[in-house]
T-cell receptor, first 113, second 116 residues
């Protein structure tokens, strides 16, 4: 079974600064996908960014980028130029070949003005 | 297309009662997933359908839980004889099948269940 671990229960960052959220996972599979989801107070899960394990290039979506270290089974999310609207719970998630999505425990991010 | 729709948004029930939730996925999405999320935790997988076929069920899905997707479109999740431990947010998600998009799950806003 796959496990996803987010070791930072809470983080805070000043508006316009950069913050990095950590995620590690455990799997014996070689082909898989990794995701970061955002869950604001409305509790709607919103896909932030996706990474295919077979791609060496780190995924980027505007202010969001990842540092994918396959050998270390690490998948961190970097948020640049943080905005107040980035305040939310962030979940790292792993999808195996069977399309089963496993989530980490989440990191609560607070962006301070 | 308005995204994944879930009804009701909130449900309060007494212990021992049965409840049913509905999920309408994004049109043309073949896959439909149910997750459960308790406060402060990540969502936990319950079950998943491809079209009308239920392909996977978690050990979390006790015999009091049943899910259906009779015509491969909307799905229902029923909980019989509810217990206080069933109190949680029940999330539905859908994804298309095929291409490189089938790995993206789109979530609904969830149904918050409170069992008194």
């Amino acid at each position: 079974a796959q496990t996803v671990t987010q070791s930072q229960p809470e983080m805070s960052v000043q508006e316009a600064e950069t913050v990095t959220l950590s995620c590690t996972y455990d799997t014996s599979e070689n082909n898989y996908y990794l995701f970061w989801y955002k869950q604001p107070p409305s509790r709607q899960m919103i896909l932030v960014i996706r990474q295919e394990a077979y791609k060496q290039q780190n995924a980027t979506e505007n202010r969001f980028s990842v540092n994918f270290q396959k050998a270390a089974k690490s998948f961190s999310l970097k948020i640049s130029d943080s905005q107040l609207g980035d305040t939310a719970m962030y979940f790292c998630a792993f999808m195996d070949a069977g399309n089963m999505l496993t989530f980490g425990g989440g990191t609560r991010l607070m962006v301070k003005p | 297309d308005t995204g994944v729709s879930q009804n009701p948004r909130h449900k309060i029930t007494k212990r021992g009662q049965n409840v049913t939730f509905r999920c309408d996925p994004i049109s043309e999405h073949n896959r439909l997933y149910w997750y459960r999320q308790t406060l402060g935790q990540g969502p936990e997988f319950l079950t998943y359908f491809q079209n009308e076929a239920q392909l996977e069920k978690s050990r979390l899905l006790s015999d009091r839980f049943s899910a259906e997707r009779p015509k491969g479109s909307f799905s229902t999740l029923e909980i019989q004889r509810t217990e206080q431990g069933d109190s949680a947010m029940y999330l539905c998600a859908s994804s298309p099948f095929g291409g490189d998009s089938n790995e993206k799950l789109f979530f609904g806003s969830g149904t918050q269940l409170s069992v008194l």
